[in-house]
């Protein structure tokens, strides 16, 4: 039977805070990059979009050759090409040579989260949501040291001396192996039952659409605020920058308390219902950001990042339920794909506020919720609550009847 390994999880969710803290420091080394090599502000955003594209978008292609045969090698070898992706950036004196090498950190980052996310899932047992969000809990903390590790190695030592982020990769990889056996067979076993399954039904593939298509409003909802917080509050009211960023963090630390949180309440109520109730309560939340001020407005962005991001650990196993034989894939779909198109929305709302001011940019943002609500309620997910850890059981109990 497939149960829940705590120890397994979190080595798991250490290699992805430290993956995703590699891709969090860009932004905040790329100044340095910038007078280094006296580079424009547009080869500056180019090497943000090549990272963002291959770390992103491309996730899929590699679900789809770890479905094909078990890859769990793409974990540790993700890790370390993000690694040495980042940490070289201080030594080329030439633009090319840096753009190679943030695409070969980005694929690293790309490769390892499909295959992370479909290892993650022979090490859930029924609490499904919550083993998934220790995993992802990973990625959100990493984001957020990731600048603040990069910069503190810089302002002490030198931007030369950034190869020493290279040391928490390393420490990843033999953590890793060390534990590699113990990694890799409950995964061989669930990956031959897979192969042997049906093929999903047409129904699934809609309802995984229209999963990802949720996913990709609520990236749009969390990116815009976060770009747009700062734009209203600096740009707009004139304040103080600091305040700006106070918000910010306040609304991304919520999301972490969040992601937690909604994994384990979503395990005991149903993952649909509960993405359903964070959506309806995301719509009526969103507009007390223009009525609240001080200490309520800070407490009401808390609420909000806490509700709206928690379901992301639902989504994902609601993906990899409907198409258990395409753990790869979804995960990538998901994790990557979903979330990167969906924080390319924010163009939308750039030329809003072009073309009608920042407060219409933000207040727009609030409609995007009710839009992800609608779709929501169509989603076919037969597999409720309490169907669905007798039925996990069941498909390890043939599993290991095969391998006998």
Known sequence: MRTFNLKVLIILSLGHFITDLYQGALPAILPFLKDRLSLSYTMAGMILFASNFTSSMIQPAFGFFSDRKDKTIFIPLGCLCAAVGFSLLSFPSHYLVVFLLVILSGLGIASFHPE??????????????????????????????????????????????????????????????????????????????????????????????????????????????????????????????????????????????????????????????????????????LPLIFIFKGLLLFIVLGVIGAILISPCTATIVMSQQLLPKHLGIVSGLMAGFAIGTGGAGVTILGVIADYCGVPAALQSITILPLMGLVISLFIRYPLNHETQSGLRSSQMSNSRDNVR
């Open 116 to 285: 992370g996310y479909k290892t993650v899932y022979f090490f859930t047992g029924s609490k499904m949501a919550a083993g998934v969000s220790i995993f992802a809990v990973g990625s959100n903390l990493g984001f957020a040291v990731g600048p603040i590790i990069a910069l503190a190695i810089i302002s002490h030592l030198g931007f030369s001396y950034l190869p020493l982020m290279m040391v928490f990769s390393l420490i990843f990889l033999a953590l890793f192996f060390s534990s590699w056996n113990t990694i890799n067979a409950p995964k061989i076993q669930g990956v031959q039952h897979a192969a042997d399954m049906p093929e999903a039904q047409k129904s699934a593939y809609i309802s995984l659409s229209m999963i990802i298509a949720v996913v990709m409003i609520r990236s749009w909802i969390q990116v815009g605020l976060m770009t747009y917080i700062p734009f209203y509050y600096i740009d707009y009211l004139k304040d103080d920058p600091f305040y700006a960023g106070q918000l910010v963090s306040i609304f991304l630390l919520g999301g972490a308390i969040g992601t937690l949180g909604g994994a384990i309440l979503s395990d005991r109520y149903g993952h649909k219902r509960y993405l359903v109730l964070s959506l309806l309560l995301t719509t009526l939340a």
